[in-house]
């Protein structure tokens, strides 16, 4: 089993920063991949962003490439996504997921295995 929990998220004026993270406790070895995915009310859980813990190589939602970033702390078992430029439309609870199998659509969130609470994004125009 893998635990992920959550931190940061809130409310922030367009153009603003935030930073979220995700601490891996349980079998975190396990890990192949560290994914961001997002969700508002009515649609589907949206990839953001990936982080392949076996290269260090990271993927994004062409909506945040060049504004967010995703980053890992292995010695913390932490998963940070810095977002930058803020927009309304990136108003979303916003989820951590963890894929136990290589070589699976990370786009897909039917392929993680774990995820976090979710934290609320607010960006206000």
């Known amino acids: 089993q893998v635990q992920l929990v959550e931190s940061g998220g809130g409310l922030v004026q367009a153009g603003g920063s935030l930073r979220l993270s995700c601490r891996a406790s349980?079998?975190?070895?396990?890990?192949?991949?560290m994914g961001w995915f997002r969700q508002v009310p009515g649609k589907e859980r949206e990839f953001v962003a990936v982080l392949t813990l076996n290269d260090g190589n990271t993927y994004y939602a062409d909506s945040v490439k060049g504004r967010f970033t995703v980053s890992g702390d292995n010695a913390k078992n932490t998963v940070h996504l810095q977002m930058n430029s803020l927009k309304p439309e990136d108003t979303a609870v916003y989820y951590c997921?963890?894929?136990?199998?290589?070589?699976?659509?990370?786009?897909?969130?039917?392929?993680?295995?774990?995820w976090g609470q979710g934290t609320q994004v607010t960006v206000s125009s």
């Open positions: 349980g079998r975190a070895f396990s890990i192949y991949d």
């Open positions: 997921a963890a894929k136990t199998t290589i070589f699976t659509n990370y786009r897909d969130p039917r392929n993680y295995d774990y």
